[in-house]
T-cell receptor, first 117, second 112 residues
Framework: DADVTQTPRNRITKTGKRIMLECSQTKGHDRMYWYRQDPGLGLRLIYYSFDVKDINKGEISDGYSVSRQAQAKFSLSLESAIPNQTALYFC????????????????FGEGSRLTVL | AQSVTQLGSHVSVSEGALVLLRCNYSSSVPPYLFWYVQYPNQGLQLLLKYTSAATLVKGINGFEAEFKKSETSFHLTKPSAHMSDAAEYFCAVRGSNYKLTFGKGTLLTVNP
């Protein structure tokens, strides 16, 4: 099984619908991230969380919200989806601090492809 | 603030040829640099990372990258391309709070 699991892997929805993308991890990491990937734009950070009580906006948080239900679970919601939110979404995790030689490497899920019609 | 520029959104090479993917960075702190690879329909996988130790870093699948502070570069190379190297490659720099800033990616095509 994958260390970082995203569900659903693919979703097609209509404008105005509420959508939730879920991420769960078995790596025991405290830090979790949601990125959006668009062709030619690379990955852009939407939200990140250092622990259950610490959630922060990234560079493109408008139109999105998140919930950190537990150390291992981090969900991304689109309250009212719009077509320009059509993208590939990635969840990522990393270990906290510098112990064990941690260099900030991110571990990614396989992505959730969202299409908003 | 940190930023990454990947020169060339698409690089095409012949099988067996040298692969060179370019990455220049800007960082207000001593940089930690990463190269990730994304195969079709998959997530990103770490290829290699520079962490202020050796300037020449070796990664998986025969890739390596050299950190050049004077040029603010961290170019990725592989002496001989294989068909299985076809993928998108992302350079990233670590900033404050360990956040990674990614470049826009370079799509590598390998021709038979």
């Amino acid at each position: 099984d994958a260390d970082v699991t995203q569900t659903p892997r693919n979703r097609i929805t209509k404008t105005g619908k509420r959508i939730m993308l879920e991420c769960s991890q078995t790596k025991g990491h405290d830090r979790m991230y949601w990125y959006r990937q668009d062709p030619g734009l690379g990955l852009r950070l939407i939200y990140y969380s250092f622990d259950v009580k610490d959630i922060n906006k990234g560079e493109i948080s408008d139109g999105y919200s998140v919930s950190r239900q537990a150390q291992a679970k981090f969900s991304l919601s689109l309250e009212s989806a719009i077509p320009n939110q059509t993208a590939l979404y990635f969840c990522a995790t990393r270990a906290a601090g510098t112990s064990g030689g941690n260099t900030g490497e991110l571990f990614f899920g396989e992505g959730s492809r969202l299409t908003v019609l | 603030a940190q930023s990454v520029t990947q020169l060339g959104s698409h690089v095409s090479v012949s099988e067996g040829a040298l692969v060179l993917l370019r990455c220049n960075y800007s960082s207000s702190v001593p940089p930690y640099l990463f190269w990730y690879v994304q195969y079709p329909n998959q997530g990103l996988q770490l290829l290699l990372k520079y962490t202020s130790a050796a300037t020449l870093v070796k990664g998986i699948n025969g890739f390596e990258a050299e950190f050049k502070k004077s040029e603010t570069s961290f170019h990725l190379t592989k002496p001989s391309a294989h068909m299985s190297d076809a993928a998108e490659y992302f350079c990233a720099v670590r900033g404050s709070n360990y956040k990674l800033t990614f470049g826009k990616g370079t799509l590598l095509t390998v021709n038979p």
